[in-house]
T-cell receptor
Framework: GENVEQHPSTLSVQEGDSAVIKCTYS??????FPWYKQELGKRPQLIIDIRSNVGEKKDQRIAVTLNKTAKHFSLHITETQPEDSAVYFC??????????FGTGTRLKVLA | NAGVTQTPKFQVLKTGQSMTLQCAQD?????MYWYRQDPGMGLRLIYYSASEGTTDKGEVPNGYNVSRLNKREFSLRLESAAPSQTSVYFCASSDTAQGIIQYFGAGTRLSVL
């Protein structure tokens, strides 16, 4: 069935370093890929997304890249700060209600 | 500026009890969703409502029922709670069934003993 694998499950970086989280999807018809940030005990928040007709999208310190051939997409956070510490979820969709979520990455930014 | 509002925030039930989780959005969105979040797993879709008057099963619908009361409100009911339904439940909305799910509620943490 449709599946999204997310790696790593936990990631620790020093403040100021970069963090990269990778997701691989199984359904080649997927065409929309959002990323959510969830702070402890809070709701998921959409932080960036990309559609299949674009290879890269950037928003300040956050960027997402998409490789349709390899069926993977990645979240890049540069110049990490303590407030970036959270769980990050990727998802894939075929442009409908049906989002398949990854299992999450717990990012810890060490001061 | 409430967005998506869920009640209650916390609930403890005994096996076999029933309860309804309430969700309301004030963004005039057409589509609404119920997800559950379990440790080590991503969000899984329980039910969704593409528009007022319609509901459909998601990935994990067993043991749940939903009602789209009007455009604003979408409730989730557990008729006979089971320990396997211990989870955090999130309601969400989007402008259309193809729209971006940008807004989630604050979540309901449910424990079934």
């Amino acid at each position: 069935g449709e599946n999204v694998e997310q790696h790593p499950s936990t990631l620790s970086v020093q403040e100021g370093d970069s963090a990269v989280i990778k997701c691989t999807y199984s359904d080649s018809a997927s065409n929309y890929f959002p990323w959510y940030k969830q702070e402890l005990g809070k709701r998921p928040q959409l932080i960036i997304d990309i559609r299949s007709n674009v290879g890269e999208k950037k928003d300040q310190r956050i960027a997402v890249t998409l490789n349709k051939t390899a069926k993977h997409f990645s979240l890049h956070i540069t110049e990490t700060q303590p407030e970036d510490s959270a769980v990050y979820f990727c998802a894939a969709s075929k442009g409908t209600y049906k989002y398949i979520f990854g299992t999450g990455t717990r990012l810890k930014v060490l001061a | 500026n409430a967005g998506v509002t869920q009640t209650p925030k916390f609930q403890v039930l005994k096996t076999g009890q029933s309860m309804t989780l309430q969700c309301a959005q004030d963004m005039n969105h057409n589509s609404m969703y119920w997800y559950r979040q379990d440790p080590g797993m991503g969000l899984r879709l329980i039910y969704y409502s593409a528009s007022e008057g319609t509901t459909d099963k998601g990935e994990v619908p067993n043991g749940y029922n939903v009602s789209r009361l009007n455009k604003r409100e979408f409730s989730l009911r557990l008729e006979s709670a089971a320990p396997s339904q211990t989870s955090v439940y999130f309601c969400a909305s989007s402008d259309t069934a193809q729209g971006i799910i940008q807004y989630f509620g604050a979540g309901t943490r449910l424990s079934v003993l």
